[in-house]
């Protein structure tokens, strides 16, 4: 028995003594070193940030921290002199902190180089630097959400820096010196440096010049209808690349409001891909899709609008309450009539409707590269009445993100293929070798190519003679479709709250840019027709002219003439003077009297013109 005592506690002894040489002999010999040597840190370069065509967006600047070691200071009162002299800090409290018996002290952060150099080369001793990383944003308040920001360590908190943290963010390096017990630097000691790893260098899809398009788009349309806020994202239609996504209210990156924090949460968002919505208008192109793909419709199907239409003994209005009377597919789409679209999903059916969502991922997260992504609600399939769908139809009872939305029209207008939204490229280290590269990702035959190009020519109608006239480019094909949805809180609609919106594409017969803006709670008119489709138009102009695509379409003078004065008479006498002029126009309200007009009567104006009347 002694005999076994004996040899198990010599098993244990020599088990331990493996253990200490081998397993864990690397962390003892980091704890010996902590003990006998200054450790001061050398924070890496964080990867930079560009555009697609190298515009960089994000950089950095090298700062430095001041330590002091005040067993290691030979004379504290010159040491104190210097410090306050070159820091402009007052002399007794600095020479109070170095008669501490604190055995480090930080004097001040933030120091540029040529403090640290004069520090340095000054008779001061006992001080140390650590150099750190400060992110730097060329343009300030430019892709602030897209981009996000860093903290004071600089680790990625919001946006692509925090996203990408792990290709962006460096290996930190550091320099140990030896030390004598109580911290002093030996004459005979030996000093290690090793740096530090700079993180890899992201390349966006994003490009520099239609950013800042969409960038001028979102500001104007925020101050010119006092809304809420406004956000614009431009896509490449057939691989998902986000060339722009832009968003007001925002703040600069370089001067973030980390003490305003309702401020921070609220404009740090990217509402695009995080909140979902009412769609409205723009939901009819995937109701219309669906309808003739299936063959539940044709371009040859009619049906009539009154002005309202029964499902389930319940009335559900159209937005023009008058009626558009007896009208067939292309009318329709053209004059977003809600009856065709209740009578296209009713046709369609539940099963085959909820199967086209589906296909178009509206109920998924569309992969995008970005945090926070929502995916979209609507009534469970098995719930479904004829009255939900017939709403569905037309862009009511369903909510999805504004990404999800563009990311479906696309599919739409580009062959039937269902891309993944995407922001980044690749990512490149410091010797040029890719060491991410962003695969397109595709879903084939969404949707037929030839249901495709017969939407791209009813989408096209939108814009040259329907409610889409606004966002016109001259001598250029644009289709699209406008969208105007009530918003709801408490599970109740929000009076005179609306979401104004536009989803434009270019050329129309050959499609490579999607456009959608987002203008949230406008004041006065609302109509996406009026709001939202007119910067589309500019956007479209911009990128035409920044890439060189010269016109297809000869481009005609059209006579100008003044916006008639119809406020304060019949609404049946206002649409008397409108259609004289061959003008489109959008109501609000039911009232017999026209309230108020836009343009405002004597505005030159084009028979292209959109005209928004408010009546009571």
Request: proline share 3%.
């Amino acid at each position: 028995m002694v005999l076994m005592l004996v040899a198990f506690s010599f098993i244990a002894v020599f088990a331990r003594l493996i253990y200490v040489e081998v397993v864990d002999s690397e962390n003892l010999q980091t704890l010996a070193l902590e003990q006998w040597y200054r450790d001061i840190p050398l924070q890496a370069e964080r990867g930079k940030i560009y555009d697609r065509e190298g515009v960089l967006l994000a950089g950095n600047t090298t700062t430095y921290t001041l330590y002091a070691r005040p067993v290691a200071i030979k004379d504290k009162e010159q040491t104190a002199r210097i410090l306050a002299d070159v820091l402009a800090l007052d002399y007794e409290k600095i020479l109070k902190r170095l008669q501490s018996r604190t055995s480090e002290l930080t004097i001040k952060k933030g120091l540029d180089k040529d403090v640290m150099l004069k520090l340095l080369n000054s008779s001061a001793t006992g001080l140390y630097f650590s150099r750190s990383v400060k992110r730097v944003y060329p343009y300030g308040d430019f892709l602030t959400q897209v981009l996000g920001f860093t903290n004071v360590d600089s680790e990625g908190q919001t946006g692509l820096e925090a996203y990408y943290e792990q290709y962006l963010g460096g290996k930190d390096g550091y320099v140990l010196t030896e030390t004598d017990l109580v911290g002093r630097e030996l004459d005979t000691g030996t000093t290690y440096y090793k740096e530090g790893i700079e993180g890899a260098s992201a390349y966006l899809t994003v490009d520099y010049y239609i950013q800042s398009f969409a960038e001028t788009a979102v500001r104007d349309a925020h101050s010119k209808f006092a809304s809420k806020s406004a956000s614009c994202i431009v896509m490449d239609v057939n691989t998902g690349e986000i060339l722009a996504m832009a968003k007001t209210p925002s703040f600069d990156l370089n001067n973030v409001p980390r003490k305003d924090v309702l401020n921070l949460m609220n404009n740090s968002k990217q509402t695009l891909i995080t909140d979902v919505f009412e769609p409205g208008s723009t939901f009819k192109i995937v109701t219309s899709a669906l309808g003739l793909d299936t063959g539940a419709v044709s371009r040859n199907y009619r049906c009539y609008c009154g002005g309202s239409m029964l499902v389930d003994s319940q009335k559900i209005k159209c937005w023009r309450t008058i009626g558009h009377g007896s009208i067939n597919f292309d009318e329709g789409v053209k004059n977003s009539c809600n009856c065709l679209f209740m009578n296209i999903a009713l046709n369609l059916g539940v099963e085959r409707f909820y199967d086209g969502i589906e296909k178009f991922g509206l109920m998924q997260k569309t992969g995008i590269d970005a945090s926070g992504e929502s995916h979209g609600i609507t009534i469970k399939e098995s719930l479904v009445k004829n009255v939900d769908l017939a709403r569905i139809g037309f862009g009511q009872a369903i909510a999805v993100t504004p990404i999800s939305l563009l990311r479906a029209y696309s599919a739409v207008v580009n062959g039937g293929v269902l891309v993944t939204p995407h922001i980044v490229d690749k990512f490149v280290d410091k010797n040029g070798n890719i060491v991410y590269q962003n695969a397109v990702e595709i879903v084939p035959e969404v949707i037929k190519r030839e249901t495709s190009i017969a939407m791209r020519e009813v989408l096209e109608k939108v814009v040259s003679e329907g409610s889409g006239k606004n966002a016109q480019v001259p001598g250029y094909r644009i289709s699209g479709k406008t969208g105007t949805a009530q918003k709801y809180e408490n599970g109740a609609i929000a009076r005179g709250k609306y979401v104004s919106t536009f989803i434009g594409f270019a050329p129309a017969n050959e499609p490579k840019y999607a456009c959608l803006m987002v203008v949230d709670e406008p004041q006065g008119a609302y109509y996406g027709s009026i709001v939202s489709a007119p910067y589309v138009g500019e956007i479209f102009s911009k990128i035409f002219a920044y890439k060189g695509i010269a016109p297809t379409e000869n481009v005609e003078e059209k006579e100008r003439f003044a916006m008639p004065d119809i406020e304060g008479v019949s609404v049946s006498e206002g649409i008397l003077a409108l259609r004289a002029r061959n003008l489109y126009y959008e109501i609000s309200g039911e009232g017999v009297t026209i309230t108020k007009q836009f343009p405002v009567a004597g505005a030159m104006i084009t028979s292209d013109t959109v005209c928004y009347v408010e009546t009571e």
